[in-house]
């Protein structure tokens, strides 16, 4: 079993259009979006609900007003500056460390379990997906991940599937780790402009520090060939290869209004352009 | 006035309208706290005045204190710690740096110290105060690095703070205590629903905002539908133009060079001043 | 001497579970008094360090020996650090992997 992962550093390089292209292409695969923030690829597949469950990440705290005696010690101690001057929780700055619950001498203060998010198996044209929602505003994103990540494998266990196809987040934060753990491979969508370049080193470091083979494609190589020739001998210095290089077109964007993998749209470079990459990461 | 530009996810936009409306209100300060993928100072180009660590604290544990009670362990909400038998380990990943294993060991075998989790840049471009924020690669703690750029805001200027994309707790951290916030989309299926995930995020923190639609003649007419149904201001258009992408793509602020679009952000920030006037 | 072992259920016939931090249960086996316990893990729903909270508690019930599919690098280090002995790629069920352990 393979396990690869897309991400980008930064976003709107083409990630989603990408994958949704090998979801079209593997055969025994399951899918899963990692991007739980703010998830694309069920556009594309137009999945049907099996399973919906809940997630919990986390606590928050809450303050038992009849029990508080505003001796306002939790205020000081706490470090994210989730406890407001008249004593109340701001439950968007709460990362749910329970240090106030612990230091309070009155027990006034609870830790709650926190929804913050929901995640689902779905059936779609093109397997298994799983995905998420995170509620917005809400933090614990990488638990998440780790969450539908843990299910996609296990389904792949199950049905004795050869790829686990995750569709990674933006950035390079903790979202990014957790969907990079356990990956064999990832595959690094760039474009040639300054921020994409800028945004790719930062991707390969994460992916250097972490130890796992990764290739880049460049999206829309021609909207700055120079900018492209400069990743291209960035890639060689590291020693990663660029597998693939991607067109801007028009047909992407008819695909992806149409809500269809750009892999069956009307473009056959495009098509073939996405079948030498998915020929070469596999 | 705190004003944040943000999109539900990155690529529509959000950085090019931000340096673009700072560029042209001149005297602001310019806060960047996209810190995983900072891409402001490509175009704003400040001269860097001083670079500042950003530093949690995080425990350190003194084994020949410790009498490996784990209370330290029961304690710590994200299982940064596993007291054995004789021994303890520490994931220092896994910390957030809550310090609320130094404050209940009976001990004394927790201490703290500073620990680099990435760096603030600051500096000027014109009249622009420009604050730059970079998070060391593998680093969690992004929200606490935004917490620590933002404590230099100075709220007598106008202030134009670039988020990170998505709605997670750093696009929280960043927008929090805005006076407005500018979204940035544009008319695709992607556009429209990560549009309506950082609407509902801003909806929860009573945080007043509007949309721009970027690369506006792309697409279909979706996301216009849903704006006039739910009564968001759309407060600007920019179409799709290979120039405006060129322009982009070598780090130039399309402005200078388009000057058609200043009275477009230029009434756009009038409106913006008006709404948060009251 | 204590051995844990990883299990998908809550006896001797039951599967060996491969993973280590997110397995159902753990079997505690002594092999000096031929007495065994099973403990369900409470670590099974953790969003986050499964694996050195469970490395925790085999450390906790006296283990020096763990018989398991696979560990994870936080929970290896975590039971190298309480100085448990790991067995991975062990399979079948609890009561062949107890007797193929001595
Ligand atoms: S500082 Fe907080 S998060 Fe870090 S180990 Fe201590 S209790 Fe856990
Ligand atoms: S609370 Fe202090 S003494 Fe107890 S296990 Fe933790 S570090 Fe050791």
């Known amino acids: 079993m393979k396990q690869i992962v897309v991400i980008s550093g930064k976003g709107g390089t083409g990630k989603t259009m990408l994958l949704s292209s090998f979801a079209a292409l593997a055969k025994n695969k399951v899918l899963v979006d990692c991007d739980v923030d703010a998830s694309n690829l069920h556009l594309m597949l137009d999945p049907k609900r099996l399973k919906k469950e809940l997630f919990f990440g986390g606590k928050k705290a809450h303050i038992n007003k009849n029990k508080c005696v505003s001796c306002g010690l939790c205020k000081k101690l706490c470090r994210y500056g989730a406890i407001t001057e008249d004593l109340k929780i701001d439950e968007f700055l709460c990362e749910g460390c329970g240090f106030c619950k612990e230091a309070c001498e009155y027990s006034a203060i609870e830790m709650k379990d926190n929804l913050s998010g929901e995640w689902y198996v779905s059936s779609s044209k093109y397997g298994p997906f799983v995905h998420a929602r995170l509620r917005p505003a809400e933090e614990s994103s990488g638990k998440l991940i780790a969450r539908i990540k843990q299910e996609a494998k296990d389904i792949a266990i199950r049905d004795g599937l050869d790829y686990i196809l995750a569709d990674g987040p933006p950035g390079i934060g903790c979202p990014v780790m957790a969907s990079l753990t356990g990956a064999d491979t990832a595959l690094i969508v760039t474009e040639p402009t300054l921020s994409g370049m800028h945004d790719m080193e930062r991707a390969t470091e994460i992916t250097e520090h972490f130890k796992i083979p990764s290739k880049v494609v460049i999206n829309k190589s021609d909207i700055n060939p120079d900018n492209t020739k400069s990743i291209e001998a960035a890639c060689e210095k590291k020693g990663i290869e660029v597998i693939g290089r991607i067109p801007f077109s028009e047909s992407i964007v008819r695909s992806l209004v149409a809500r269809t993998p750009p892999i069956l749209g009307d473009s056959a470079d495009i098509k073939q352009a996405i079948c030498e990459i998915w020929e070469k990461i596999q | 006035m705190i004003v944040s530009i943000a999109s539900g996810k990155g690529g529509t936009g959000k950085t090019t309208v931000a340096v673009n409306l700072a560029a042209l209100l001149g005297d602001v300060q310019f806060l960047d706290c996209d810190v995983e993928e900072p891409n402001a100072h490509i175009f704003l180009k400040p001269s860097i005045g001083k670079t500042d660590l950003a530093t949690v604290l995080f425990p350190y544990f003194d084994k020949t204190k410790c009498v490996f009670c784990g209370k330290c362990s029961g304690a710590c909400q994200y299982n940064a710690i596993a007291v054995l038998p004789a021994n303890i380990a520490f994931f220092e990943h896994m910390c957030h740096g809550c310090g609320v294993c130094t404050y209940v060991c009976p001990e004394g075998a927790v201490t703290e110290r500073e620990k680099e989790i990435g760096r603030i840049l600051s500096g000027s471009a014109g009249k622009i105060n420009f604050i730059g924020g970079r998070m060391n690669s593998g680093e969690i703690l992004s929200a606490m690095l935004i917490k620590t750029m933002k404590e230099l805001i100075d709220p007598s200027r106008t202030v134009l703070i670039d988020a990170p994309p998505g709605t997670s707790c750093q696009f929280v951290s960043a927008v929090h205590g805005s006076d407005y916030c500018i979204l940035v989309s544009e008319p695709t299926p992607f556009g429209v629903n990560d549009f309506l995930l950082a609407a509902e995020a801003l909806e929860k923190l009573k945080i007043p905002y509007g949309l721009v639609l970027n690369r506006a003649d792309i697409g279909n007419d979706e996301i216009r539908d849903i704006c006039a149904r739910k009564n968001i201001r759309i407060l600007m258009e920019i179409p799709f133009d290979m120039e405006i992408a060129r322009l982009y793509s070598v780090g130039e602020m399309f402005l200078e060079k388009m000057p058609q679009y200043k009275e477009k952000f230029k009434a756009m920030f009038e409106i913006i001043s008006e709404i948060t006037k009251k | 001497m204590m051995i844990c072992i990883t299990s998908q259920g809550d006896t001797l016939e039951s599967q060996v579970d491969p993973r280590f931090g997110r397995c159902a249960y753990f079997v505690f086996a002594d092999t000096a008094t031929g007495k065994f316990e099973a403990v369900k893990n409470p670590n099974l729903e953790a969003t986050g360090g499964a694996g050195p909270q469970s490395a925790q508690l085999a450390a906790s019930k006296g283990?020096?020996?763990?018989?398991?599919?696979?560990?994870?690098?936080?929970?290896?280090?975590?039971?190298?650090?309480?100085?448990?002995?790991?067995?991975?790629?062990?399979s079948g069920t609890v009561k062949e992997a107890l007797a193929n352990s001595k």
């Open chain 3, 63 to 90: 283990a020096k020996k763990v018989l398991t599919g696979n560990v994870g690098p936080n929970a290896m280090s975590t039971l190298a650090a309480a100085g448990i002995e790991v067995v991975t790629g062990v």
